[in-house]
């Protein structure tokens, strides 16, 4: 079975994820926004590969101070 590309449920959760971020931008997360983040990341995760047999066409990858993912 081909995996299909569903774009706007994932594109819509990295927005979201990067919109957050930026607002808090040169900080760590309090507790709450650090709850809040995971929740944003949990549902990038129910849009992501596997999800209903489908798979994101630009995942997220959450970078580290500096610009660092790895």
Known sequence: ????????????ANERIRAFMA???GRPL??????EYEQLLAAW???GPGANGSAPCC???PSRPGGSTG
């Open 1 to 12: 079975m081909a995996t299909t590309c569903v774009p706007d449920a994932t594109a819509e």
């Open 23 to 25: 607002a808090r931008l």
């Open 30 to 35: 309090w507790p709450d926004e650090q709850a």
């Open 45 to 47: 995760a129910a849009a």
């Open 59 to 61: 995942p997220f990858v």
